[in-house]
């Protein structure tokens, strides 16, 4: 699936340059031009990337790229348990 239009990147493009280390959407705009031009898909790549930082299919929670750099109030929520009672 396309993710970004302006630059046709595709979701499995983005997913390996996670994989590789990317953990921002500057940095995935650094290494491919996503979210480089009108924008427009720089919140669903932002989304892949927390996506994966919170566990996705290569991702873990002790993972070095979960840096303070990266870490957002999205992945902190999720670190002190999404839904739990009390
Ligand atoms: S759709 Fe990605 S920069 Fe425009």
């Known amino acids: 699936m396309i993710v970004c239009l302006c630059k046709v990147v595709t979701d499995r493009a983005i997913d390996q340059l996670i994989d590789d280390g990317a953990a921002s959407a500057a940095e995935i705009a650094q290494a491919c031009g996503a979210?480089?031009?009108c924008g427009a898909c720089v919140p669903a790549i932002e989304g892949m990337i927390a996506a994966m930082l919170a566990g996705g299919?290569?991702?873990c929670r002790d993972?070095?790229?979960?840096t303070a750099t990266v870490r957002s109030p999205y992945v902190a929520h999720l670190e002190h348990g999404v839904g739990e009672a009390g």
């Open 57 to 59: 299919p290569s991702a």
């Open 35 to 37: 979210g480089a031009g």
């Open 63 to 66: 993972c070095p790229r979960l």
